[in-house]
């Protein structure tokens, strides 16, 4: 995707020197102050270049793959730094896409894409999408992630096409696994270390895509 406008720090060209010319194409380049790029960003330590990219066109179903390899589903994970995370874990263990649900911040929201690190380019995203509106789709399962109880992911078969359903720490996907339709469900817990109460929604999902990653590669 071209950027609309690229900042570079002037005081530190020569460090991004291959951005500067593989940029040249740019209408609109411009080096500023160190100042400048400091009051720009809300990153803790000032970036050396700043770009304005358009943000990407709403996707729908039609957009993206049915049935998925590996799809994922956020219903209630409302921190944007969780969504960010998940869109960054999703890109690199190889989900084909992400959804997000009723409840779940936008993956778009500034602290989500500081979180993505250039993978909310990289992944295609689907907004508002409800369990209901997966349930109108056919060809896979919801692996649902349920903090409670569920088979160990390594005691499911993550090879099948499958959507991973995410939810709030405390909750899991809640209420939204009554709206699956006829989809088959397959509850999935990440065993813990006893005392403990729930995984990060984020590590949760990373833990979960990776043993997909494994299986799938484990049988290609």
Not at 44 to 73: E, K, S, Y
Not at 80 to 92: K, S
Not at 136 to 145: K, Q, S
Request: glycine letters at 10%.
């Amino acid at each position: 995707m071209t950027p609309a406008a690229v900042f570079f720090d002037d005081a530190r060209l020569d460090d991004v020197a291959d951005l500067v010319t593989a940029t040249a194409g740019v209408a609109e380049r411009y080096a500023v102050p160190p100042e400048v790029m400091d009051r720009s960003s809300a990153m803790a330590a000032h970036p050396r270049v700043i770009a304005i990219v358009p943000q990407p066109a709403q996707r729908g179903f039609a957009d993206v793959a049915f049935p998925p390899h590996l799809g994922v589903w956020l219903g209630g994970v409302a921190d944007p730094g969780n969504v960010g995370t998940l869109v960054r874990t999703a890109a690199a263990l190889g989900a084909d896409w992400l959804a997000t649900g009723p409840g779940s911040a936008d993956p778009f929201h500034p602290k989500a894409v500081r979180a993505a690190m250039g993978a909310t380019f990289a992944v295609p995203l689907l907004e508002g999408v409800r369990m209901q509106d997966l349930a109108t789709r056919e060809g896979f399962a919801i692996v649902a992630a349920d903090p409670h109880d569920g088979v160990p992911p390594w005691e499911c078969d993550l090879t099948a096409p499958s959507v991973l359903a995410l939810g709030a720490e405390r909750d899991g996907i809640g209420p939204a696994i009554t709206h699956v339709g006829s989809l088959p469900v397959v509850r999935v817990a990440i065993p813990q270390a006893p005392g403990s109460e729930s995984l990060n929604v984020a590590a949760a999902g990373a833990a979960l895509m990776a043993e997909a990653l494994r299986q799938r590669s484990s049988v290609a």
